[in-house]
């Protein structure tokens, strides 16, 4: 957690004041659902001047039984899966987005501050987004799931509403960010805290993906980037992709949020030639079929177009490190078939050129098979 503050919020709470700005450029009307921070991060926007121009509310709903009467959570709900529990901080987002009719953003926290907390829940956070879309669309929703570190009640009520505040500021990034690209920007940082930090965009470590979910062998591949590098390692996430659908703004809240405490680029690159115009001089993190695929002819209209290509991304100065993958001969990954085999950098065919911007990554520093599709 970066930011705390006082009880209440003031026009110099960083945080909020950012929060406001974005409610302002996104137009969106924010609702809050509060259970364990009994109302502090509402004290905290109400501290802006003007804020209630774009805040609802908060429901303060300490008690099951409040939860069940406000907004309606089923009691069975609460039962089977106590009210600590993903499905109930989802439920509560979605109750309040639905009974504040002006609402067009809910987020919501339950948890377990202690004392006297059960030992596999204590310090556990659940942190809920139900965001509205077009008529007659289901609202898209995520949770984001949190461990506070030992504290006082106090302490961890504030650390509780600044996360619950801070993934507010990361949805309302998101959105800002997806609407300046589809005004023509070409890449948005969003990072994990509200910053003024200057961002650059060259020379950097990043890890281009999906990340639908962000697993436990992306997770180590970015630790080992981060050593071999000594760079910290951002992630890039293009709303437009070549072989899969268009990310739309409800599915890049969804597939964002989780990654809460990383750099993320929001991009339109759909090529890595695209991103290694809009990095230049940066490493990109891949795997094995990623660098096999840059480098395959028929992946391109003819074998001009794949020279021209890596010349492009050599021009600008850009480098590739290289997991090893398991895949078939079709360059899949995680389809479980006999015929996968495991090919580091040395096993690929690939031009010389793009071999040259390249380093691999050993099968004994690295090795993991499971694909994104395998870890949901």
């Given at each position: 957690m970066s930011m705390t503050t006082s009880l209440s919020g003031t026009a110099d709470d960083p945080l909020v004041v950012c929060i406001q700005e974005l409610l302002k450029a996104s137009n969106q009307q924010l609702v809050l659902a509060e259970?364990?921070?009994?109302g502090l991060a509402a004290a905290r926007l109400g501290g802006v001047p003007g804020i209630s121009e774009h805040f609802c509310g908060s429901a303060v709903v300490y008690q099951e039984g409040t939860k069940r009467d406000w907004l309606d959570i089923p009691t069975s709900m609460l039962t089977q899966n106590g009210a600590v529990s993903e499905q109930v901080a989802e439920q509560m987002a979605l109750g309040s987005l639905?009974?504040?009719?002006?609402?067009?953003?809910a987020v919501s926290i339950t948890g377990h501050l202690g004392p006297d907390a059960p030992a596999d829940l204590?310090?556990?956070?659940?942190?809920?987004?139900?965001?509205?879309?077009?008529?007659?669309?289901l609202p898209t929703t995520v949770v984001n799931r949190q461990r506070l570190e030992p504290s006082s009640r106090i302490g961890r009520q504030q650390l509780a509403a600044s996360l619950l505040l801070e993934t507010v500021y990361r949805v309302l990034q998101i959105l800002d960010a997806c609407q300046q690209l589809?005004?023509?920007a070409a890449r948005i940082c969003l990072l994990p805290h509200a910053s003024t930090d200057d961002v650059r965009a060259t020379g950097q470590v990043i890890f281009p993906g999906a990340f639908a979910p962000l697993h436990d062998g992306h997770r180590e591949m970015i630790e080992r980037a981060r050593q071999i590098t000594d760079h910290d390692v951002a992630l890039e996430i293009s709303l437009e992709n070549v072989d899969k659908p268009e990310l739309f703004t409800g599915a890049a809240v969804a597939r964002i949020i989780p990654l809460s405490a990383t750099t993320v680029w929001l991009t339109r690159a759909a090529t890595f030639v695209e991103k290694a115009e809009l990095f230049p001089g940066s490493t990109f993190v891949v795997g094995a079929d990623t660098i096999?695929?840059?480098g395959e002819h028929r992946y391109y209209d003819d074998a001009l177009s794949?020279?021209?290509?890596i010349n492009k991304i050599v021009a600008n100065g850009c480098r590739f490190l290289v997991f090893g993958r398991a895949m078939d001969a079709q360059l899949q990954t995680g389809c479980g078939d006999a015929a996968m085999e495991f090919q580091g950098l040395e096993d690929l065919q690939i031009p010389d050129q793009l071999r040259e911007i390249c380093e691999g990554v050993s099968e004994q520093e690295f090795r993991w098979d499971l694909s994104s599709r395998q870890q949901r």
């Open positions: 259970s364990c921070t009994a639905d009974q504040t009719n002006a609402a067009t953003l204590d310090g556990q956070l659940f942190v809920g987004v139900a965001l509205k879309q077009q008529p007659g669309e589809g005004q023509g096999a695929r840059i794949c020279e021209q290509a």
